[in-house]
């Protein structure tokens, strides 16, 4: 059974930096598909980014591509996402997830692709 944990949230100014991180377990295989997706009060669930293992392909959402940069650690199973220039608007619940692919679609349609997800961390941009 995939288990995610996310860590690495917390309270930062506008335009400042943070960078999440997802330590999986449960794998049984070297290869794994990993996203991002945020939440915020009276917002739709909205896919941020995702990431492939074996070739290290990866998808970005238009309101966070240049800002935001997915990584994965294929030996600490562990998935980053680097948070630059930070924007009011990005103050959400971040929740990493198993997903079925990592497919451009998912960042504007997450919801098909989501297997199981973590607890979520908090962040929240001050302006």
């Known amino acids: 059974e995939v288990q995610l944990v996310e860590s690495g949230g917390g309270l930062v100014q506008t335009g400042g930096s943070l960078r999440l991180s997802c330590a999986a377990s449960?794998?049984?295989?070297?290869?794994?598909?990993i996203g991002w997706f945020r939440q915020a009060p009276g917002k739709e669930r909205e896919g941020v980014s995702c990431?492939?293992?074996?070739?290290?392909?990866?998808n970005y959402a238009d309101s966070v591509k240049g800002r935001f940069t997915i990584s994965s650690d294929n030996v600490k199973k562990t998935v980053y996402l680097q948070m630059n220039s930070l924007k009011p608007e990005d103050t959400a619940v971040y929740y990493c997830?198993?997903?079925?692919?990592?497919?451009?679609?998912?960042?504007?349609?997450?919801?098909?692709?989501?297997?199981?997800w973590g607890q979520g961390t908090l962040v929240t941009v001050s302006s």
């Open positions: 990431i492939v293992s074996s070739d290290g392909s990866t």
């Open positions: 449960g794998f049984t295989f070297d290869d794994y598909v």
């Open positions: 997830a198993n997903l079925r692919g990592c497919y451009s679609d998912y960042v504007r349609s997450p919801n098909r692709y989501l297997g199981r």
